[in-house]
């Protein structure tokens, strides 16, 4: 399983010119005529790996057109990373928590206990059973999702390197299983919905200057997600306003290439 997610196969144009590639050796794709299709884990292209043109007229344009989400990702079931996110977050409250002159040694005693209490039992309940989307509740799908998030946003981001435009699909019905049953979506039941839940709000943080760089980072994922064809949004998210379907990359921001 882990050379699988090292591991790149690029299938050229003859069947017998097929290949495997390494993570390190994927930048060079950029300038190979051969290779029409790249297959990949969604975690074996990490940050800081461009696949683009390094010469003629599109020099530093991604060369990746269309990205294909063929299966919703998923961690392994022994995969921990949520358990640590849900620990910093708790341990991030309690240290930005502030206490008034009122609150003696005792009352802050208190509260440390109960933040220690209420991450026992969410930890408890990850611990005890296996870690499967559908048997989360939604106090503990959100943290799931915006793990999966980093690695999504991403591999989408391979494909807009430059201010480039990417066609990005999501595959699986599991992305948006009551859609395919023409009914709305809610933020439990898709990823998709959830994942744009996360953005709008980072988007309209009541800090003008988290909000600003909330914009900066992460408008260019939300705008698409907002009028994605195929998801039924729920009413309270199909009330704001669409955007048009003409997308404008003029204002491209540079933190997009971190």
Same mark, same amino acid.
């Given at each position: 399983?882990? &050379? ?15 290949? /495997? ?9 950029? &300038? ?12 074996? /292209? ?45 341990? @991030? !409250? ?26 026992? %039992? ?55 299983? @009551? ?16 994942? %744009? ?9 009541? &800090? ?7 914009? !900066? ?9 907002? %009028?994605?064809?195929?998801? /039924? ?13 003409? !997308? ?11």
């Amino acid at each position: 399983m882990a &050379d699988a997610q090292k591991q790149l196969f690029a299938p050229s144009k003859t069947e017998s010119n097929r290949q /495997i590639c390494t993570t390190a050796q994927c930048e060079a794709l950029g &300038d190979d005529e051969s290779c029409d299709i790249l297959i990949f884990p969604i975690l074996a /292209i990490g940050r800081g790996v461009n696949i683009v043109f390094t010469k003629g007229q599109r020099k530093l344009d991604a060369a990746i057109g269309s990205i294909y989400f063929l299966t919703r990702p998923h961690p392994s079931t022994d995969d921990m990373q949520l358990l640590y996110s849900l620990a910093g977050r708790s341990t @991030q !409250e309690f240290d930005s928590k502030v206490f008034t002159e009122a609150e003696d040694l005792s009352a802050i005693a208190s509260s440390w206990h109960q933040s220690r209490k209420n991450l026992w %039992r969410s930890a408890n309940r990850l611990l005890r059973e296996p870690l499967m989307a559908s048997r989360l509740g939604s106090d503990l799908f959100r943290p799931f999702t915006a793990n999966q998030m980093v690695a999504i946003l991403q591999t989408i981001g391979r494909g807009m390197r430059n201010g480039c435009p990417v066609a990005v699909y999501f595959v699986d019905a599991a992305w948006a299983i @009551q859609s395919t049953k023409d009914k709305p979506d809610s933020g439990r039941d898709s990823m998709l919905v959830q994942m %744009r839940i996360i953005l709008e709000e980072c988007v309209n943080h009541p &800090d003008p200057v988290i909000r600003e760089i909330y914009q !900066e980072l992460y408008g260019a994922f939300l705008t698409p997600l907002q %009028r994605i064809e195929g998801v /039924i949004y729920p009413e309270s998210l199909r009330s704001k306003e669409e955007l048009t379907d003409e !997308e404008d990359f003029d204002e491209f921001s540079q933190l997009l290439e971190m």
